[in-house]
């Protein structure tokens, strides 16, 4: 089953129209928000992002916040999500081909769940990764689904056979094309401080939470490719990916090449989160 507008439909019954301004200017916005244990995680803060996101491209949601929280409670229930996620978009709607907003602009949400499996195995060995030149928009912070730039960047890593490619725009390391990225030098972390040129991730928030509680100090400052590449510990995040760390970039071990002692602690406390979500369950 599938969410269109507030119904619940079966997918074999919906049709996009051609001219749905995301198929054909990828004009709206999208959250992902992962479910465990048949719980969500992080609902309220993607539902803020997503709130922000629409009101940085002049668009309204179709309906209150509070309904879509509750329609898609009811979204991953209907499609027995135990683990997975839900993909949710909202286009400024079917109307004839202008550039311009249409005068009465029709916003249309659709919204699926799928099962998927935690990245178990990656979180443990962790991945490898290419340094690409960020050649997005100056809106990063915007949820957007123009997603060009990152499609182009993680092909490119694919490519080189490797699992993400990290940004760089004018020497500082921004985000990877689906992931937040920091970096641990003396023990303490850094990353790309939350402005336009970076997606805010949830994760990243809980991460920063995580740290602080810690005692982990966190610079929200930029660093640059040379810091990138000569860091103790490389850490990638997202809803998917959660926290996992990168053993090598540009073919170069990161540090001795294997998963470093930021990492684990905050895997390990980011699975504390989740065994959370269990007990509120229970
Ligand atoms: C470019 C980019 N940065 C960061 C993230 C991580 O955000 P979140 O933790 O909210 O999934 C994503 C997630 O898709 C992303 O596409």
Redesign the pocket.
Known sequence: MILVQDQLKDQSEVRIDIEDRGYQFGDGVY??V?VYNGQYF?MD??LV?LERSAKEIQMSLPYPIEVLKRRLEILAEANDIEDGHVYLQITRGVAERTHQFPLQPAPLLVAYARKSPRPLSKMKKGVTAITTEDI?WLR?DI?SLN?LG?VLGKQKAMDAKCDESI?IRNEVVT??????VYIVKNGEIWTHPANNF?????????ILELAKEEGITVHEETFNKNDLMHAEEVII?????EVTPVISIDGKPVSNGIPGKVARTLQEKFNERIAQLQRVKN
């Open positions: 959250e992902v992962r992080g803060e993607h992002r997005r990063c949820k997603l990152n940004f985000e990877g094309s689906s992931t937040n970076i997606l805010n991730g949830i994760t990243r928030q809980v995040s997202s809803t998917t990916m």
